[in-house]
């Protein structure tokens, strides 16, 4: 059973590009989180998504991020016209629920950095 | 809001000792989780251990166990007999209950000395 994920491991982009990071969960989850972390902090929540539903994006920018999860495929964690302060690591954790008692699964990360 | 604090940015302990690494986090809920995770230079988050805030018994896994002092909002890992591939940063995270995202400090990294 692989693990959650994350492609590209590390992305590179000029100023006013667009970075697209995808996310595929563990097989039969069905919740799936992003975070990030920038150089030397803790990992900050972003936003969580289940099948083709936000339902938590208290974490994400107002302006320039947004993230799908649709039906099929892997989750897409987009950002548009990305600036300098957009280089961090981006996590994307899983979850086969959202109860109680469920853990949640994290990626290796994509390393994006905006030059 | 929920805080998580970690008040040691680095740590260092010589192989085969123990180690504690401090957190200490501020909530209003009776019902949460604590967490903490491993991330070594890979960079993958790996769980170490948790803990229900309902459980009065600290949790252990293997070397790795936790002091939990819900009144004082402490959460510390301490881990016995250090080895070499305890080398990493060490995050501790509070969910509370019902939720799902995780609230994390801002990491301690651990250094073994051989």
């Known amino acids: 059973n692989a693990g959650v994920m994350q492609n590209p491991r590390h992305l590179v982009r000029r100023r006013g590009q667009e970075a697209r990071l995808r996310c595929s969960p563990m097989?039969?989850?069905?919740?799936v989180y992003w975070y990030r972390q920038l150089p030397e902090e803790g990992l900050k929540f972003m936003v969580y998504?289940?099948?083709?539903?936000?339902?938590?994006e208290s974490g994400m920018p107002k302006e320039r991020f947004s993230a799908e999860f649709p039906k099929e495929g892997p989750s897409i964690l987009r950002i548009q016209q990305v600036v300098r302060g957009d280089s961090a690591a981006y996590f994307c954790?899983?979850?086969?629920?959202?109860?109680?008692?469920?853990?949640?699964?994290f990626g290796q990360g994509t390393r994006l950095t905006v030059v | 809001a929920q805080t998580v604090t970690q008040s040691q940015p680095e740590m260092s302990v010589q192989e085969a000792e123990t180690v504690t690494l401090s957190c200490t986090y501020d909530?209003?809920?009776?019902?949460?989780?604590l967490f903490w995770y491993k991330q070594p230079p890979s960079r993958q988050m790996i769980l170490v251990i948790r803990?229900?805030?309902?459980?009065?018994q600290n949790a252990t896994e293997n070397r790795f166990s936790v002091n939990f002092q819900k009144a004082a909002k402490s959460f510390s890992l301490k881990i016995s007999d250090s080895q070499l591939g305890d080398a990493a940063m060490y995050f501790c995270?509070?969910?509370?209950?019902?939720?799902?995202?995780?609230?994390f400090g801002q990491g301690t990294r651990l250094t073994i000395n051989p």
């Open positions: 998504l289940q099948k083709e539903n936000i339902i938590d």
């Open positions: 995270a509070y969910r509370r209950w019902g939720a799902q995202k995780l609230v």
């Open positions: 909530t209003s809920e009776s019902d949460y989780y």
């Open positions: 803990q229900e805030a309902y459980k009065q």
């Open positions: 954790a899983s979850s086969l629920d959202g109860g109680p008692n469920t853990e949640a699964f």
């Open positions: 097989k039969g989850h069905s919740h």
